[in-house]
């Protein structure tokens, strides 16, 4: 099981270093970086720094999956949160992703966030995401759709997103790329998110403060995932 964890920012990939007991020396391909670690109980993965926003994502997960033999992408960090009942400091793992402002509807036979000639979404079926992690009484876990789009929700487009989307729970710039990679390549994904803000008038500040915490309750969930599934 070859596990890449895929980040956009420097903030993210912290709490997976400093839990990590090993960690290599990075290796740069384009403008992604890339970095094996080892965990507790023997837990390997390799940690990507992609970069914000789709494509980034979706080269460094392309590259994760070519040149490092990864066939479990983990898309990892922070995520603002759009669905009722989800609140600051939760992790949403995400099992369901959607572009959420792909729309090619006037084409007659797309429904909105579906990428042409790509499924309206793109379905977990990781073996990761049925694992308990052990954490649900130190952080409220929501499981259900994330969505992902190159532009920030915050007030002036939460209701539309919303609207086209009323079962998202969480909302990020990477997650529907690296889920659409793995459907390209035939291999299982999964989001664990931790939830730095809730997309209202605030957000943007919200994220800065909250940031760090949010990659911090992700990475404990992304790792008691791992670790569960090895000593399973």
Known sequence: MGVAICVAMDSEAAPFREL?????????????????????????????????????AAVAASTAVQQFGADIL????SAGGVGSGVKVGDVVIGNEATHSFADAT?????????IPRMPPTYLSKTPLAGVATGLEAEMKIHRGPAI???????AHNFDAVTKNFPT????????????????????????????????GPAAADDFVTHVD????????????????????
Not at 20 to 49: P, W, Y
Not at 106 to 114: D, K, L, R, T
């Open 168 to 199: 998202a729970l969480a909302a990020d710039m990477e997650t529907a790329a690296i889920a659409q990679v793995a459907h390209l390549f035939g291999i299982h994904w999964l989001a664990v998110r931790g939830i730095s803000d809730l997309c």
């Open 106 to 114: 006037a084409f007659g036979e797309y429904v909105v966030g579906q």
């Open 148 to 154: 992902s789009g190159d532009a920030f929700v915050s």
């Open 74 to 77: 983990v898309s990892s960090g």
């Open 213 to 232: 915490d949010a990659a911090a309750r992700a990475a404990a969930v992304v790792i008691a995932l791992l670790g569960a599934k090895v000593s399973n």
């Open 20 to 56: 990590a007991v090993t960690c290599s020396a990075e290796t740069v391909v384009g403008q992604a970086r890339f970095q094996r670690l080892t965990f507790a109980k023997g837990t390997e993965a390799l940690l990507v720094i992609s970069g914000i926003g789709l494509v980034n």
